[in-house]
Each structure stands twice: as C-alpha cells, then as structure tokens.
C-alpha cells in the first residue's frame, strides 16, 4: 500500500537516482545525463512546480514520483498543464501508484487554472498507453527523434 505526499528537497537524492534509471531506459538514453543538473531542476520543481511522490506505507521508500507544471504556451495566456516525468519503481508497476500520481496531479493543475492537461510521454510501453487512455486522455501526435549518429 502506498500513500502520497509532496516531495521535500530531502527527497532530492532518491529521486536523481529514480530520474537517471528512466532516464537510461528512455529514448533519451544517448544524451548525457547529469545528476547535478536534474537535482537542480528537481530543487526548482519543488519550489515553483508539482512534485508528488508515492511512498510505500510499511518500508517508507519512495515508489514512484511525478514532476509537472502548470504553463502557459509561448502563443496564449492560457495555461495547462504539462508533465515533466513519471516514474514508478519496476516492483511497483502495474499497482495504483502510477494511477495515483497522476490523479493527483490533474487535481493541482484544475486547481491551478488549466485549461487543458499535456502529459507527455516518451515511454512507448502498451501500459503507459492504456494509463493515460484508461484516465480519458487522448493522443495528440507523437514524439519523433533523429540521433546524431543518424544525422544525414
């Protein structure tokens, strides 16, 4: 059973190292990833932004987080909200917290004057799919990539 919370910059830590394990199974593995920098943008996120994190009840480790903001685009006042990144941990897939994370998420960005919800993500896993379809979203394009080995 895992139970949410905001993240605190103590958190900062574990979730670099959830943040670098995404990272390295993401098809942003073969850009560089920097510890120091993600801290950094973590620390800016649980200041200014949502940062949430699902924290298992019986051990009190972190099993999952979401990062995510409330934006406005370059071409309208509107705002809405965007997400940064989702991780649950392997063992913890499958469970309510990825369900969870965002769920609460969603709240904060009605709360915070969104007029419409982007979660964005790279995974091309059926499951992620089927999360944020199973929550009402729909797609809305998709993600393209042309590595520099692939340069023409």
């Known amino acids: 059973m895992s139970r949410l ?6 958190d900062i830590p574990t979730l670099v190292n959830m943040a670098a394990a995404m990272h ?6 073969p850009l560089t990833y920097s510890p120091e920098k993600m801290a950094q943008t973590l ?5 200014t932004g949502f940062v949430a994190v699902s924290v298992d009840e019986e051990g009190g ?3 999952g987080a979401i990062y995510g903001d409330v934006v406005e685009p ?4 509107d705002r809405m909200g965007i997400e940064v990144g989702l991780y649950v941990s392997p063992e913890r897939r499958g469970s309510r917290g990825a369900l969870m994370l965002v769920a609460a998420w969603i709240r904060w960005c009605v709360a915070s004057g969104a007029k419409q919800i ?3 993500t790279a995974a091309t896993s ?7 379809r199973s929550m009402g979203f729909e797609p809305a394009g998709a993600l393209y990539v042309l590595n520099q080995k692939d340069f023409p």
Do not use: M, N, Q, V
Request: aromatic content about 8%.
């Open 24 to 29: 390295a199974a993401s098809s942003f593995a």
């Open 43 to 47: 620390a800016h996120g649980i200041s």
């Open 5 to 10: 919370r905001l993240a605190t910059e103590a």
């Open 74 to 77: 370059c071409w309208s006042h």
């Open 61 to 63: 480790d972190i099993t």
């Open 126 to 132: 059926p499951a992620a799919d089927r999360l944020y």
């Open 118 to 120: 982007r979660p964005g």
